[in-house]
Structure formats: C-alpha cells, structure tokens
C-alpha cells in the first residue's frame, strides 16, 4: 500500500529524522506525570505531521499497513503533550495523556512482563 501523504511535515523536523528502510522511526510513548514507557509504535513523515497538528496520538501500522489513531476503535485515546526526537534523530518520544488502557491486550502498558521476576 503506498502511503498517502496529507501535508508536509516541517522541513526542519524532517531534516534530522532518521528512517529506516521503510521510512520509519521508532516512537516510544509515555505516560505524562508519571513517566511510564506505555507503548512502541513506528510513525513516518506524515504520522509524526498528524500527531503534531491533531495532538493525537498516529502511528503506522506496519502489518495493516494503514495509518492508526490510538483510540479511533478502543476509545482509549492518547492526548499528546510533547513530542521529543532523540538525539541520533532516529526514535521519538511522545507524551501522553492516556485514557484507559495503551495496551491493545486491555493492560495499562504494553511493558507490563518483568522477565527478571
């Protein structure tokens, strides 16, 4: 499926990401007041644009190959606060107000499995 672009994500921006070969970056959500690694999605050029512009969270999905609203089906939507790039400009961060459960499993994050314990 070829992704269809809605706008221009800022050149600025775009200029210091970082893609893999599909033209992705890693996002890693976190909850914000607490700090909680909630999630990992992937987001290119125009995910990344349309949670900057909407303040949703919006991902690619790479099996469905479609874009995805966090929330748009579970109603557990993410209210980003900040989005950070790393400083190699290959992940983002992005900050979260999350309602109800990350996890598409109905857990609060993703990352709930110590392997240590």
């Known amino acids: 499926m070829t992704r269809v672009l809605d706008s221009e994500l800022d050149p600025a ?3 210091r990401l970082k893609r893999n070969a599909d033209g992705l970056v890693c996002a890693v959500v976190q909850a ?3 700090g909680e690694v909630l999630m990992v999605a992937w987001m290119d050029d ?3 644009h349309r949670t900057l512009t909407t303040g949703r969270g919006t991902y690619w999905s790479r099996s469905r190959e479609e874009y995805w609203v966090k929330g748009d089906t579970s109603g557990h939507v ?3 606060r ?3 790039l790393d400083c190699d400009g290959d992940a983002v961060l992005v ?3 999350q309602e109800g459960p990350a996890c598409h499993t109905g857990t609060r994050t993703c990352f709930d499995a110590d392997l240590l314990s």
């Open 78 to 80: 993410q209210h980003v």
């Open 82 to 84: 900040e989005v950070r």
């Open 46 to 48: 125009e995910a990344l």
């Open 13 to 15: 921006i775009a200029g």
């Open 32 to 34: 914000h007041g607490t």
């Open 95 to 97: 900050v979260v107000d």
